[in-house]
């Protein structure tokens, strides 16, 4: 008995099953024809409620019944006599297995969509029918974006940038995905992107949100009738600026019940992301009742308080995150979840690398939380964040997989990885894909730079996999420390980061060269777009080297914020469909704000 035989048989699955078993049938059905040219006859069985499908080698044969799911596992392909049999712990892990099934017969799936999936031609598909038990090393895979990324008070970026997210929606539950977090800014006016939801529902993938969303929950109107609802600041005066005074009791109901509401209008929500607002200096409260409470402590009072409003539905994270990175020393209730965020950490080396004196802390910190959270803890990455990496090529393969290796060892439940569309699926792609197999199997992700090659370079894989692989080693030295285009302040720390630019850029040429030899192997592939991100890339880290250099000169440091905004002219060359609205529209505003910033240090 092979696939191909079974394509010629039934397909049975459970009547009035949910909407991700039905997905999941009719994609196996049309998959099957397109690598077979016949698929199987679909029978639906009342008396068999569940999550499962079954593929019989004749059409009136019985499926068989199940024996369950073995201990632990998410979701299984097992052979049984004549028949196959296809189980999850849910739906969207029944539709995982589906696609685990078709992978194993030579599918390849892209987050550009269909139009660059690789599908076995009829007769070269594998044959062989497997035995799958799929226990993933994470329970939470998700990715998280902006909301306002998305642009949505224009609808004509957003149309613009819609079909694209549909594919990685699709991509996302082939790859094994459990979700996605929209993350909401204190000037958003929504929850979700809706246009996107039924996408994600109709693969059972969780719709999650929240986000730096105090503004909306504790509304800044309520400032004039009760200042006492405001934080004080450290000059004692309250203000509506940062979060909330959590002694007021009033002020915490309020949040509560705008929780309450907030997680009613994300469909299909049962977790709540309830993060302060994203500043550095954290906005929290110094007021008698608050002084000797930490920033960690006042969110997590933020968060008890939605938890108590939520009537024991579902979990709310507690960010970890800048002012909040060590744990409250309060305990947390049991609904309440850590999400760790180290976002100051260096990605030129893995987090739990001993020898990385800015990663030793956050190591720490990790291992506190999963003490004090009693390992409800999930990881928010930023190994797609063009914000943080200034829209430069940054390569983090071997840093993605030892860090997930990692984050399983320690504990970790869930990781979660931040990008903004089509720009960072540019520029991260190959860590977009090393994520979503190390989430899965953290040894894994290491596969991940030949299987991006492969999928988007053809007969330039080899080439191109040696290429990103010395990029890598490249650009470490400008990701040690924080934004890669806004160096530290302090001139110990600048020096360091001046240090090992200069052994970057050394090293450009070399590079470069690796790039320009790939060009005779890669006609019809992706390479014409890699060469201008290639060269935004180094005319940034050159401009920041420069900066620094010449920092405090006035004339020589304008000449480098010059270069620094005119690197840009690069990205303005790739087709939009390449760039996406980030790569037009964000990166823009990003690069003028960082400018303005570096400039303001000149200034007296």
């Given amino acids: 008995m092979d696939l191909a035989h079974l394509a010629t048989g039934a397909l049975h699955c459970p009547e009035a099953a949910p909407m991700p078993v039905t997905f999941a049938a009719a994609e196996l059905t049309a998959y099957l024809r397109r690598m077979f040219g016949t ?41 049984m006599g004549d028949s196959l049999m296809l189980e999850g712990a849910t ?93 909401r800014h204190a000037n958003d006016t929504q929850w979700v992107v809706p246009e996107l939801v039924p996408e994600f529902h109709r693969r059972g993938l969780e719709v999650e949100g929240g986000g730096h969303a105090m503004v909306e929950l504790l509304p800044r109107a309520l400032f004039a009738e009760h200042p006492e609802y405001f934080p004080v600041t450290r000059d004692g005066r309250r203000s509506d600026l940062g979060n909330i ?25 049962t977790d709540l992301h309830l993060w302060g607002l994203d500043l550095f200096g954290g906005g929290w409260c110094t007021c008698a009742g608050c002084a000797s409470l930490t920033p960690s402590d006042q969110a997590l009072r933020v968060a008890h308080a939605a938890v108590d409003r939520l009537e024991g539905a579902g979990r709310v994270y507690h960010l970890a995150y800048h002012d909040t990175i060590t744990p409250p020393r309060a305990r947390p209730g049991p609904q309440v979840w850590a999400e760790f965020a180290p976002r100051e950490r260096c990605y030129a080396h893995a987090i739990d690398d001993a020898g990385c004196a800015t990663n030793v802390p956050y190591r720490e910190a990790l291992t506190r939380h999963l003490e004090r959270f009693e390992g409800r803890v999930d990881v928010f990455e930023y190994y797609g964040d ?55 199997r953290p040894e894994a992700a290491r596969e991940a730079r ?17 290429y990103l692989t010395r990029l890598e080693r490249l650009v470490a030295g400008a990701v040690q420390q924080g934004d890669m285009r806004l160096p530290p302040r302090d001139r110990s720390r600048a020096r360091t980061v001046q240090e090992a630019l200069t052994a970057t850029l050394a090293d450009a040429q070399a590079v470069r060269d ?21 060269a935004y890339t180094l005319d940034t880290i050159a401009a920041v080297h420069a900066w620094l250099a010449a920092f405090p ?52």
Avoid at 249 to 255: K, Q, R
Avoid at 525 to 533: I, R, T, W, Y
Avoid at 568 to 576: C, E, G
């Fill in 91 to 183: 739906p969207r892990a029944l539709l995982t297995s589906v696609y685990a099934l078709l992978e194993n017969a030579g599918c390849r799936w892209s987050p550009g969509g269909a139009a660059e999936e690789h599908i076995p031609a009829r007769g070269a598909a594998a044959l062989e029918i497997p035995t799958i038990v799929a226990r993933p090393a994470f329970l939470r895979r998700a990715y998280a974006s902006d909301l306002n990324t998305w642009h949505y008070t224009m609808p004509e970026r957003l149309a613009e940038r819609l079909p694209a997210d549909v594919a990685f929606v699709d991509w996302m539950a082939k790859s094994g995905a459990t979700g996605m977090l929209f993350i």
């Fill in 514 to 534: 690796l790039l320009a030899a790939v060009g005779p192997a890669a006609a019809g592939s992706a390479l014409h777009v890699e060469a201008p991100l290639l």
């Fill in 386 to 440: 063009a914000l943080l990496f200034g829209g430069c090529a940054v390569p983090l393969v071997e840093v993605i997989a030892r860090d997930l290796a990692a984050y399983a060892a320690a504990g970790v439940r869930g990781v979660s990885c931040l990008l903004f569309g089509s720009y960072c699926l540019w520029a991260y792609g190959v860590n977009v894909e090393a994520f979503a197999r190390g989430v899965l």
């Fill in 39 to 79: 698929a199987p006859v679909r029978h639906s069985h009342a008396a068999r409620a569940g999550t499962w499908l079954c593929l019989t080698a004749a059409d009136g044969s019985p499926s068989p019944r199940s024996i369950g799911l073995p201990a632990g596992a998410e979701y299984a392909v097992r052979p």
């Fill in 450 to 466: 030949e299987a991006y090659c492969r999928r988007r370079y053809g007969e330039a894989a080899g080439p191109m996999s040696r």
């Fill in 245 to 269: 005074c959590v002694s007021s009791p009033e002020a915490l109901a309020v949040v509560a019940e705008r929780a309450q509401a907030a997680r009613a209008a994300i469909p299909g929500a």
């Fill in 553 to 604: 000169e006035r004339e020589a440091t304008e000449r480098a914020l010059e270069a620094l905004a005119t690197a840009v002219d690069h990205v303005r060359a790739v087709p939009a469909s390449v760039a996406g609205t980030w790569g037009r529209y964000d990166l823009e505003l990003l690069t003028a704000a960082q400018v303005g910033m570096l400039r303001a240090r000149n200034e007296p």
